[in-house]
């Protein structure tokens, strides 16, 4: 079946660089798309989301870009801090149902 | 954090079992959701509930079922628990009001080990 996926299981990245995770999906049809970060431990959370009649959106310190042409979805951190460091789940809506991804790890070097 | 409270956080239980896992929330929401973590799979939905009595299944609901009684508890029971799953669970309310909206929080989770 149709699923969302991530191109890197694991990023590094120096603390105070930019970090950018990558989403692919294969369903035309999803229309809301959002990302959760995860922490060792704990439940997801909610970062940022964006509808399918956008192509940007930003919140505090994150950016989320959609292009729809190529089903590509990323999560742009600036300035990475420390506490990044976690799991980023993308997830898109079809029909009601979010479908997430298996996960990127975000590892932050001092 | 929305006010959801997962119980047991941890259980190990044998084959062939009954577990049942409980979700409770203080806020009156509507949506509830049950969804498994996995390596490599990431969140997979079990069951939801829309209201009391609601319910619907998920892309992985064989072996479980639900109950929902009261707006604040959701109830997810496996019958006879089998290794597969194993898993980490997760229950999440919809606070956006509708089950589209995407911005689920979710519970601390509840790790169970099928031996």
């Known amino acids: 079946g149709e699923s969302v996926g991530l191109h890197l299981p694991t990023l590094s990245v120096q603390e105070g660089d930019n970090s950018i995770i990558n989403c692919a999906y294969s369903?035309?049809?999803?229309?809301?798309f959002i990302w959760y970060k995860q922490e060792s431990g704990k439940g997801p959370q909610f970062i940022i989301d964006?509808?399918?009649?956008?192509d940007k959106r930003q919140g505090q310190r994150v950016t989320v870009l959609l292009n729809k042409t190529v089903k590509h979805l990323s999560l742009q951190i600036a300035a990475t801090q420390p506490g990044d460091s976690a799991v980023y789940f993308c997830?898109?809506?079809?029909?009601?149902?979010?479908?997430f991804g298996s996960g990127t790890r975000l590892l932050v070097r001092p | 954090d929305a006010g959801i409270t997962q119980s047991p956080r941890h259980k190990v239980t044998e084959t062939g079992t009954p577990v049942t896992l409980r979700c409770h929330q203080t806020e009156n929401h509507r949506y509830m959701y049950w969804y498994r973590q996995d390596p490599g799979h990431g969140l997979r939905l079990i069951h939801y509930s829309y209201g009391v009595k609601d319910t619907d299944k998920g892309e992985v609901s064989d072996g479980y079922s639900v109950s929902r009684s009261k707006t604040e508890d959701f109830l997810l029971t496996l019958e006879s628990a089998t290794s597969s799953q194993t898993s980490v669970y997760f229950c999440?309310?919809?606070?956006?009001?509708?089950?589209?909206?995407?911005?689920?929080?979710f519970g601390e989770g509840s790790r169970l080990t099928v031996l």
């Open positions: 999440a309310i919809s606070v956006g009001g509708a089950m589209n909206t995407g911005e689920l929080f």
């Open positions: 369903n035309s049809a999803s229309d809301y």
């Open positions: 964006i509808r399918s009649n956008m």
């Open positions: 997830a898109e809506n079809l029909l009601d149902k979010l479908i």
